[in-house]
């Protein structure tokens, strides 16, 4: 199973399939639009992957982060809701606004998405209220977290020692890369 893709995106259909090379090989991946406005072709993209297996296909479905994977695949357990289904309520919102109106029982905001009824988005209430709060809290912390990863990475190829940073990076307030990375370099000077 494919989990994780990283690589040079070389073909973006707006229809929500892109094409990511990896070591000379492209995979065709569906994503969101949300996921697919995050993409820009030429660029470097890495995506969560939920490998999709059928009898007469092998579909792989593409996600900016690993909160987003867990959203569609919490759809996706929902009877009566399908990998393009939970997608295309992904395309419709955000993943904390879907959570939002799972958890608010917001049905008409759900139904909203093309190919989901009142029944539809009664049933996804039912099913998910009350087990997405992983998910939520995920959903809005995820850029921080990300940047966080990435100014350690930095810091490390500059030799900085893991201890180091630990303790410097628990006093680093959430922001962007280049602040967090400013920030810390302040701290460990």
């Known amino acids: 199973m494919i989990g994780w893709l990283s690589g040079t995106v070389r073909d973006i259909d707006p229809a929500g399939i892109v094409i990511i090379e990896t070591a000379g090989i492209g995979y065709e991946v569906s994503v969101s639009l949300q996921t697919l406005c995050k993409l820009k072709q030429g660029d470097r993209g890495e995506l969560s992957i939920h490998t999709y297996v059928r009898e007469d296909q092998i579909t792989l479905f593409g996600f900016a982060n690993s909160s987003e994977r867990s959203m569609f695949r ?13 997608l295309n309520l992904m395309s419709g919102m955000p993943a904390d606004e879907l959570v939002h109106a799972i958890e ?6 759900l139904a909203r998405t093309p190919g989901i009824g009142k029944k539809s988005a009664q049933r996804l209430i039912l099913e998910l209220q009350g087990k997405l709060d992983a998910i939520a809290g995920s959903t809005s912390s995820t850029g921080a977290t990300n940047h966080l990863s990435e100014v350690r990475s930095a810091l490390t190829n500059l030799g900085y020692k893991p201890a180091q940073l630990d303790a410097t990076l628990k006093k680093i307030a959430p922001a962007d890369f280049e602040t967090m990375f400013r920030a810390a370099l302040k701290a460990l000077a």
Not at 75 to 85: D, E
Not at 104 to 109: F, K, P, V
């Open 104 to 109: 608010s029982a917001d049905d008409l905001a």
């Open 74 to 86: 919490k759809l996706t357990s929902v009877s009566g809701i399908g990998a393009r289904m939970a």
